[in-house]
């Protein structure tokens, strides 16, 4: 499966944005998408993720800010960003996770920057 996250760019403090992660095909059964990010000189951190049955989980620093929803007619998860900080800045990636799958999918980051 391969996995492709769009939606980044530039938004002043306070604004919002939607990131959309597409993915290559089809697939059933319980699994996990994930969004995750990297700030520039941090490590990766999860900002949330969202099971087959919808239920989603978020970083503290998120929540009442950011939503995860997935459309799986369009085989495609979402992340809607409000109220944004600078310390949301960075790559975002996000992640497919199969039941049974010995490994956990990637797709290439998209860019947020937020400028105050």
């Known amino acids: 499966v391969q996995l492709q996250a769009s939606g980044g760019g530039s938004v002043q403090a306070g604004g919002s944005l939607k990131l959309s992660c597409a993915a290559s095909r089809t697939f059933s059964g319980f699994n996990v998408m994930g969004w995750y990010r990297q700030a520039p000189g941090k490590q990766i951190e999860l900002v949330g993720r969202?099971?087959?049955?919808?239920?989603?989980d978020y970083a503290d620093s998120v929540k009442g800010r950011f939503t995860i929803s997935r459309d799986n007619t369009k085989n495609t998860m979402y992340l809607q960003m409000n109220a944004l900080i600078a310390e949301d800045a960075g790559v975002y990636y996000c992640?497919?996770?199969?039941?049974?799958?010995?490994?956990?999918?990637w797709g290439r980051g998209t860019l947020v920057t937020v400028s105050s």
């Open positions: 992640t497919l996770t199969l039941a049974g799958a010995p490994t956990t999918y």
């Open positions: 969202i099971t087959s049955g919808d239920i989603t």
